[in-house]
């Protein structure tokens, strides 16, 4: 399998293109009337221009590529203080728009590859993935864990190995693994379930989707993880029903969704298969009539955009044969892919619920501080981050906080303890599950 | 790609004091920190600071410049460094005072219209917290993340200054951190230390630190007048074939004083993005466009301003005016007149073709100087390839004419960009010779300004910079002096 994964070099021309004018440093929208807020978690916590926003990191950029730069650890470890959020991307107006990501992974492939990164404690991730198929050192059969109630209760999950299924519902490392959110994949099974679904899961033979890998800058455990998932879809596909892969983790989602498709042989291996968010799938239950809210939930919450299910999701239109402007010109964006107005009009239609936004939302909205690695390289920090959020939050006078992203879920309960605040977070389908 | 000199003159006995002075986390001397830093949108060569430092308090501000005015190093104020005139590239390496976590909103006061801010508050921060109260300020086409203070200091202008002159004219008290570490104010907080309202009836000893491109000290404070926000916008457009019919119109609009904003651009510079290289303008267009921003708070407020410009309108047909009312490009309009603006703020508008430089020879000049000072920066420009993308504009009436190109450039290209340099500063010196003034100049600007000062001018300022800076160290070799 090919993939076109570019290397930093690869992105010079796109580097220069940064006038390193600092538009990307602050969340800012015209209006009227105008509104104002911190984009970057990394320049919030660490201040100096270089930990600010895309500005700082294509700086760091720039200086490896015209030779003045040279790894050192402190330098490394800025590289890898950065949650890829793409806030500052959102903000810049020029040519290398589209690659900023890009662009930080790349440095931090060419770290992994000058055998400088990751951090120690990404390490350990890498190290696990090796082993253990999963970032969280968790043995095959533990996977399944989650599964148990079902069994229980008589209402057993189909292994989609043995039984043939439409639906694939791909679990995700952190919902098996990280015992916080546990609650996700039994909630959305729980769902499926009420909603008489024919489904299965992959179980113990579900391996990592490769999104921590790729943002750790670990392409090669990456591409190992990701053309096995891939392989495994397309059997699933021709071989055992599968229509659809739905998944409840926002980290999973984009690898599938985004990542995979670099691959010269995604349209073979997943071109059969609808890779759907379990959000936005239940969403089409919903708008059909097919999903009623029955019971009355009188909460007040506030709702948080992920990094994954959000701006990552945004599609840049560039003129890629320079017939409209030239060559690589970023000419627009479209949103329409973002799930940004899914998870809010379900919220709505939740009887009793009295819906408030915070002032960053959408493409503007805050990262929680957990994505790019940070929450296992720099926990303490990705927590005081989270904080921020909750704090946010806090000032809508919302008591609970929904997202639909694990690795936020967790990192915003861990920034909630933090501040010793009440506010409770939730997974839009444990709220679902509820009132179901 | 651009060269920088691979010196470095950091010291870990220095880095440990301001360590001391500011905390671990906000002094280094990593190099990569550094590198951050080093460079701007401008043509101006990189140059490394030797340390950053990002005070958190007025009094580690002061504790900073004592210790560098002790050791006679080099102290380079920061806050956005979104300036193209590489003002806050340290042409002597030493400190780079980062000033961005001094970003404080201290005071709106609504009734007597003004406001306390920190050097840090950025113009999208204010923007908003203004907005609450149905307040604005003279907003600059810059990134909204840049700095109102450093704006308002180095004689910035916005879109109110058609109205109200400089945002330097906005001022109204500073508290000031001098090169030797002592805290002094100026305006009415240095009498009465709650009163923030106004530099006059004092002395205007403000000016001691205004448009002295941070080379007497370091603003921590500033007063700033602010405005009311009127619900009626009308943008009045208007084309001409030629830069000597737009320039009589604004001048005549200009008479009535009824533009917040009141603007002219070349057809290059209307283009979103300015065409790099040179272009040619299509034969069916007109030359220059025009944009006269207006606010009322009612209709028939807004139908007498309309009575005027119809009556202005008429008086150039008269003249024989090319002008005729135009539609000016929909993206550009919303990025000059919508502000703080991320699309002049993100530079699209400037460099997205050129490739990451931008710089200009940006100018005061009498109204009457733009035409043969634009014609002779025509010829400049477009021998080098280079778009003539001429902005003019009339402040507070019709008393200043600015006057100004932006100049995009590939910096990747160091050939490219050394042509934009040399092509720049010739239209300076044509400028320079017809009586205009250059406003955040670069060093070599400053070399040009200087040849042509009066030797008494040069000579107050070196005795104005010795008093204030006796060891030489705040923003060294900024004034070419």
Known sequence: MKWDIPSLEELEDAVWKCTACGNCKTAYDFGPPPTYGEICPAG????????????????????????????????????????????????????????????IEAMRRKAVSDGVGPMP???????????????????????????????????????????????LFYVGCTGAFNLPVRNFPVATASIFQKLGLDFGILGENEICCGSTAMRLGDVDEFKRVAEANMKTFKDLHDNHGVETIVTSCAGCFRAIKKDYSLSDEYEDHLGGLKVIHTTEFLFNYFKEGKMEFTRELPWKVTYHDPCHTGRHLIQFDVDEDGSRQWKGSYMGKNEETCLYDIPREMIRAIPGIDFVEMER???????????????????????????????????????????????????????????????????????????? | MTEMPKRSKTDSQITKRLCEIVGEKNATDMKHIRYAYSYDLS??????????????????????MKFANQEKISVTPFTAGTNIGGLCIPENGGILLDMKRMNRIIRIDEESHYAIIEPGVSHAQFASALAKYKLRFSWPVGPPSASTSSCSISHGIGGLSGRYGLNSEEITSMEVVLPTGELVRVGSCAIQEDAWHSCLPLPRVDGLFTGWLGTTGVVTKIGLRVHPMPPILKVFTASTENIGHMASYLR???????????????????QVP?????????????????????????????????????????????????????EYPEEALRARTQLPSQIVGSTKNYTKQGGAGISWPGTFTPVNKWEPVYEEWKKILMARNLSPSVRVTNYRGVHYGMLRAMIPFPKKDPASIENARQAIV???????????????????FGLEINKRAHPGYIELLKRVKQMLDPNDIMNTGKLAL
């Open chain 1, 44 to 103: 919030v916590e660490y201040g100096f221009d270089g930990n600010m926003a895309s500005k700082g990191k294509i700086a760091f950029a720039r200086g490896i590529l015209d030779g003045q730069l040279e790894w050192t650890q402190e330098f490394v470890d800025d590289i890898y203080r950065c949650t890829i959020c793409g806030g500052c991307q959102n903000q810049c107006e020029l040519d290398h728009k589209p690659v900023i990501p890009e662009i």
């Open chain 1, 121 to 167: 404690s990404q390490k350990v991730i890498a190290q696990s993935m090796r082993s253990y198929n999963n970032p969280y050192q968790g043995p095959r059969r533990v996977r399944t864990d989650w599964t148990r109630p079902f069994k229980k209760a008589k209402k057993p999950i189909k292994n989609i190995m043995k039984e043939n299924a439409p639906i």
């Open chain 1, 361 to 436: 939302i959408r493409s503007n909205s805050y990262c929680c501080g957990g994505g790019g690695g940070v929450m296992t390289g720099y926990g303490d920090w990705a927590a005081k981050n989270a904080g921020l959020r909750v704090q946010e939050a806090l000032d809508t006078g919302a008591k609970q906080m929904i997202s639909i992203c694990p690795f936020c879920h967790f990192n915003l309960n861990e920034g909630s303890k933090r501040i010793k605040s009440n506010m409770k977070v939730y997974d839009l389908v444990e709220l679902i599950d509820m009132v179901l």
């Open chain 2, 43 to 64: 043509f101006v060569m990189p140059k490394l600071p030797d340390y950053v430092v990002m005070p958190t308090n007025v009094e580690q501000v002061q504790e900073v």
């Open chain 2, 252 to 270: 005549t609009l200009g008479n009535y004083e009824i533009c917040d904003d009141l603007t002219g651009v070349s057809w290059w510079l209307s």
């Open chain 2, 274 to 326: 300015i065409p790099y290289p040179y272009k040619p303008k299509p034969s069916d267009v007109p030359e220059w466009i025009s944009f006269a921003t207006t606010f009322s708070w009612t209709e028939k407020e807004k139908q007498a301003r309309e009575e005027i410009w119809k009556m202005v309108v008429d008086e150039e047909t008269k003249k024989g005016s090319s002008l005729k009312e135009t």
């Open chain 2, 426 to 444: 010739e239209c300076l010196k044509v400028d320079l010779d017809n009586g205009g003034i250059p406003y955040k100049p670069p060093v070599d």
